[in-house]
């Protein structure tokens, strides 16, 4: 068991790598701040997972893929910095970054897969333009979350994807949104505020259940037939 910690690594050691390896960093090296080389374009799947000394992570200027949980469990992880090359971040890749209260995600991210951000310390995301849909369970149990801003070229929020994100008291859903999701916003207790813009076709199950009480204000339009089965926590609103 190290009794250390190295402060500062450029990584990997081979400065002609283009990929980081699964496993590579996994859980036994002290690294507390890193800095990942330029030419390397793919974090692979758990590369640096479970390593509990790691608070600062820079990614280099031509990573395009971070794999599935390449940085899960990371309790320490404080920051993370991404280049503008980036172009998709893998299922669990930040899951349970419980010290990560902020990420700066580029617009050239089309691609966030399921749990990605899950139990992690976020209090605040702006989702990157160009991004198609908010995937299952993607902010799940994120119970710091406060403010969440969605852009304009989601088509949908997919299962469970804010679920028990207690701190998050209104969210505005953009005008290109047509479906939302099973338990979407299940026991997210302090939402009180959501604003649809748009014409959304289908609302699942659950979206709000366990919610106190939850005005959904219906913008620009009539009421919809989904809003009848939205449950006697939801008043409705038009505008």
């Known amino acids: 068991m190290f009794e250390y910690t190295v402060k500062f690594a450029i990584l990997p050691k081979d400065t002609t790598a283009t990929e980081i390896c699964d496993y590579e960093y996994y859980y036994r090296h002290p690294f507390t701040v890193i800095k990942i080389r330029d030419s390397i374009e793919i974090v692979g799947e758990r590369a640096f997972s479970n390593n509990t000394w790691l608070r600062s992570v820079e990614l280099g200027a031509n990573v395009k893929f971070i794999k599935k949980a390449a940085f899960y469990n990371c309790v320490k992880l404080e920051e993370v910095k991404l280049h ?12 349970m970054c419980k010290s990560l209260k902020e990420i700066v995600l580029p617009n050239g991210i089309n691609t ?97 259940e366990g919610c106190r009480k939850v005005t959904i204000h219906i913008i620009g339009t009539t009421q919809p037939d989904w809003a009848k089965n939205l449950g006697k926590n939801c008043i409705i609103e038009l505008s």
């Open 84 to 95: 503008s090359y980036v172009l998709e971040i893998g299922e669990g890749a930040f899951c």
């Open 112 to 208: 966030i897969k399921r749990y990605a951000f899950a139990a992690s310390g976020l209090q605040k995301i702006i989702l990157p333009k160009g991004l198609k849909k908010v995937d299952d369970w993607l902010f799940h149990n994120c119970r710091k979350l406060q403010e969440v801003l969605l852009p304009d070229t989601l088509t949908s929020i997919c299962s469970n994807a804010f679920a028990y994100c207690e701190l998050l008291t209104s969210i505005v859903i953009p005008k290109n949104i047509i479906e939302i999701g099973n338990c979407a916003f299940l026991k997210c207790k302090n939402l009180k505020n959501v604003y649809i813009q748009g014409n959304i076709e289908m609302i699942g199950k659950k979206v709000f």
